[in-house]
């Protein structure tokens, strides 16, 4: 038994989120674990269809099966490989601000002291639209695009469903119901937890784990292995300071080609992309 569908991505754009709402629909089975990474992972890839499948073991009685691992989308092979396995199955992405998407990623690497860069610093080492597994792709992951003309030069455009991220907080429910109707699915659906944060941002209080978040440049100090002994204590809400001006507008004209395919490949508003203050969550 194998999935029907996939949600694809992207990272930082809703997907924890969709994924606990998918999970709570009478007619659809999620696999347990979110983020299999099996199409993205070459070593989970490498373990077979066989070893995929036990992920979705008794779900045949389910009319949608499926599971969650944003990094589909950019992979250079995924889509290959998805389409190599399962040919049918419906996708679903996605799509966010990529600045405020960018943001968000670097500001989770640095929540977890993985990331000794200001964010003007990481602009100029990582800005770039070429996206490499092996590499952080703060930037790269927000030209989708590239990665749904991918997609679509092996998948119809009918198993492709686009979703921008600004639809599921300004109206969750005919978000969630145009996902319902993609799936076939019951689409009277109503959940609670429709606008419910399933990944919220908290950081630790701490004085030591606060020295090591403000002033990144002290993590290289301390090896990778022993930063996790710095998580301690009681945590908090946490919101990402201003991003610099000056990288604001490198990436606001990184971004506007790409934007205004998507914009037009979607038919929908995107204006907002890009306009907001630099200071993001």
């Not at 659906?189 to 944060?197: H, L, N, P, T």
Request: hydrophobic share 40%; with cysteine.
């Amino acid at each position: 038994m194998l999935p029907n569908f996939l949600i694809i991505g992207s990272q930082k754009a809703g997907t924890t989120s969709l994924y606990y709402v998918l999970k709570q629909h009478p007619q659809i089975f999620m696999a347990d674990k979110k983020e299999i990474n099996f199409f993205f992972k070459d070593d989970e890839y490498a373990r077979g269809p066989e070893h995929y499948a036990t992920h979705f073991v008794n779900s045949a009685n389910w009319l949608a099966r499926g599971e969650a691992s944003p990094g589909y989308i950019c992979h250079p092979e995924a889509s290959t490989r998805i389409h190599a396995l399962i040919p049918d199955v419906k996708l679903i992405l996605t799509v966010r601000d990529p600045i405020k998407r960018a943001i968000s990623q670097y500001w989770d690497n640095r929540r977890h002291l993985n990331e000794s860069l200001t964010f003007a610093q990481a602009v100029d080492r990582y800005l770039s639209d070429d996206y490499h597994p092996e590499k952080i792709g703060y930037f790269s992951r927000g030209v989708y695009m590239r990665y749904i003309r991918r997609y679509l030069e092996l998948f119809p455009r009918e198993n492709l469903l686009v979703l921008p991220f600004e639809e599921m907080l300004s109206d969750a429910e005919n978000f969630y119901k145009r996902i319902f109707t993609f799936l076939g699915v019951d689409e009277s659906f109503v959940s609670e937890d429709f606008i419910e944060a399933f990944n919220p941002t908290e950081v630790w209080k701490n004085p030591f784990y606060q020295i090591l978040l403000r002033r990144p440049r002290y993590q290289t100090r301390i090896p990778a292995k022993l930063r996790r002994l710095f998580y301690w204590g009681k945590k908090m809400r946490f919101s990402a300071p201003p991003i610099d001006e000056a990288s604001h507008q490198r990436l606001v004209n990184f971004y506007k080609p790409w934007n205004d395919e998507l914009r037009e490949f979607l038919g929908v508003d995107l204006a907002s992309w890009g306009q907001a203050s630099p200071k993001q969550e």
